[in-house]
Nanobody, 122 residues
């Protein structure tokens, strides 16, 4: 099992940057594909980015390609989401997710964090 815990959210002006971190407990972190989802007010969860167990493969929703970067440090049991050129439409609660399966982590992850708020002002 793995329990993700997010940090790093906050308020930023449009065009600014934030880096989210997700620390995951458990000794088998490197066996899990990791992902980020977000939920804007009144909307459902939206897939944002995912990374494979080794970090060799990454995936992004089209709306964040070229602006967001997902990475991981297996020695620290941590996955990151670097968010640049932020837009007001990026405002949402961001959730870290984990799943042993690389497809499932992008669609229906088994493990979720509690979320961290990101607010981008115009």
């Amino acid at each position: 099992q793995v329990q993700p815990v997010e940090s790093g959210g906050g308020l930023v002006q449009a065009g600014g940057s934030l880096r989210l971190s997700c620390a995951a407990s458990g000794r088998t972190f490197s066996s899990y594909a990791m992902g980020w989802f977000r939920q804007a007010p009144g909307k459902g969860h939206e897939f944002v980015a995912a990374i494979s167990w080794s970090g060799a493969n990454t995936y992004y929703v089209d709306s964040v390609k070229g602006r967001f970067t997902i990475s991981r440090d297996n020695a620290k049991n941590t996955v990151y989401l670097q968010m640049n050129s932020l837009k007001p439409e990026d405002t949402a609660v961001y959730f870290c997710a984990a799943d042993p399966n690389l497809i499932a982590v992008r669609t229906s992850p088994s493990y979720w964090g509690q979320g961290t708020q990101v607010t981008v002002s115009s």
